[in-house]
């Protein structure tokens, strides 16, 4: 998914993504599909830079087979 680093704390699902800006995900189908997933559904995810990363969070994930499934409808 384009992801360094993903950590479910406090019912949030939380990702950092490649820190390369240049790298082939971000032009690719996957990251459409991202972006697409977050337009669709605001209140469910958010992405931001923070410290000059780029970041999604996704809300209201209670256990890790939610995140599997929350993070294969983002990329489906």
Known sequence: MGLEK???KNGDLRGTFIADQKHAFFEGDRFEAVQ???QAQ???YKVYEK???L???G???K????AKRALESVVA
């Open 6 to 8: 993903m950590v479910l």
């Open 36 to 38: 697409r997933a977050v």
């Open 42 to 44: 605001p209140k469910c």
């Open 51 to 53: 410290s000059g990363k």
């Open 55 to 57: 970041k999604i969070t």
């Open 59 to 61: 809300t209201a994930v």
């Open 63 to 66: 256990h890790i087979g939610e």
